[in-house]
């Protein structure tokens, strides 16, 4: 197949994934302005984990307990495992069967910002430990870990080898739907356990650089979760085959999305074996994760197996999940709420009537 070949039909007119491949990448007319939004909005977030003084946190990280110390280095190593996947893995899987340019676009930006992620790990790593490296070499030794790294995986690994030999278009279609779910509730659901930790520390005045690495993490997974979740939706709307895979994999997707929030559970459970950290502890953190993946579940339509209240049990991370659309000037330091080029272009001589320069 060559790199570039001339589509026959136009780029307006195709679907989404699976359809002619890409010829030209080209964003003056796309058929779907909203996922060029979500890709504008990536882009305007972009930052790198240098840019935030994380000195404080060695001397922060020496003085915590031995169980406080497993917390935030396990929390770390369980994000490296994520994005290292997720920094590969849209590209490996869901770009080759991109059909539109926006949507080829916004994959590999996607996981370009992984990449960021998997970075800052390094630079926070660097900085609170003599040897980074033992914490690198050792992460996959831990079983909850490997657990969820397979799971996800496993998803991924299904679609790329229907890009490869599907014969069945059916089939095809079915690990495509069922990669796309298990990407969403990974950028949903499966950081929050961390996330929770990370902020916990900061609110106790501990470890705040790592806490505002982790927030700029979060804001870019939360535009991954609200990407995945637009193309979900649009596939079930251009193509009737989805929709008939989307009621025929319910069940399936159900227990998929089950089976994350439940490994997030066990992962609270193993970060507090040893003692928990002032407040939060197993249960509320179990409560906190059955009520953001209803959420997630929700969002997508499918019945949450799980009685969860309507209030968010923990309602202090909200605080460090927003932010993303405040627009404040930058001052010497990265702030976390400052988008580059996140600015409106649609202004015409009319709204400037009245003011004199
Ligand atoms: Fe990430
Ligand atoms: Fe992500």
Redesign the pocket.
């Given at each position: 197949m060559s790199i570039l070949k001339k589509s026959k039909k136009s780029h307006l007119l195709k679907n989404m994934f699976l359809d002619e491949s890409v010829d030209i990448q080209r964003f003056d007319l796309v058929k779907y302005p909203q996922i060029e939004k979500i890709t504008e909005k990536q882009l305007g977030f972009f930052w790198r984990p240098e840019e935030v003084d994380i000195s404080k946190d060695k001397k922060d990280f020496d003085g915590l307990t031995e169980h406080e110390k497993h917390i935030f280095t396990s929390n770390l190593k369980r994000q490296i495992l994520?994005?290292s996947v997720?920094g590969r893995a849209p590209n490996l899987a869901f770009l080759p069967i991109a059909s539109l340019p926006e949507v080829e676009n916004w994959i590999e930006t996607w996981s370009f910002?992984?990449t960021i992620?998997s970075r800052s790990y390094t630079h926070i790593i660097r900085n609170v430990y003599p040897d980074p490296s033992a914490v690198f070499d050792t992460m996959l030794d831990v079983k909850e870990i490997l657990e969820c790294g397979n799971d996800i995986a496993t998803y991924y690994d299904d679609l790329i080898k229907d890009n490869n030999s599907a014969t069945n278009k059916m089939d095809h279609k079915r690990s495509l739907w069922m990669c796309m779910m298990s990407a969403n509730a990974l950028e949903g659901i499966r950081f929050y356990v961390s996330f929770a930790c990370s902020w916990a520390f900061a609110e106790l005045k501990k470890m705040e650089g790592n806490a505002k690495i982790i927030k700029f993490?979060a804001r870019?997974?939360n535009t991954h979760l609200a990407a995945t979740t637009t193309m979900i939706k649009k596939m079930l709307a251009e193509d009737k085959d989805f929709v008939k895979i989307s009621k025929e994999k319910e069940d399936e997707v159900v227990k998929l999305f089950t089976k994350v929030i439940e490994q997030e559970k066990e992962w609270a459970k193993y970060l507090f074996k040893d003692g928990s950290m002032i407040g939060l502890n197993e249960t509320i953190l179990s409560n906190y994760i059955e009520w953001i993946g209803c959420k997630r579940m929700r969002a997508l339509g499918l019945p949450c197996p799980y009685t969860v209240s309507k209030m968010n049990p923990l309602p202090w991370t909200e605080k460090w999940i927003g932010g993303g659309n405040v627009q404040v000037a930058p001052q010497e330091t990265e702030i976390s709420s400052y988008v580059v080029g996140g600015v409106k272009q649609d202004m015409d001589e009319n709204k400037l009537a009245g003011l004199s320069l």
């Open positions: 994520l994005d997720q910002f992984e992620h993490i870019d997974e």
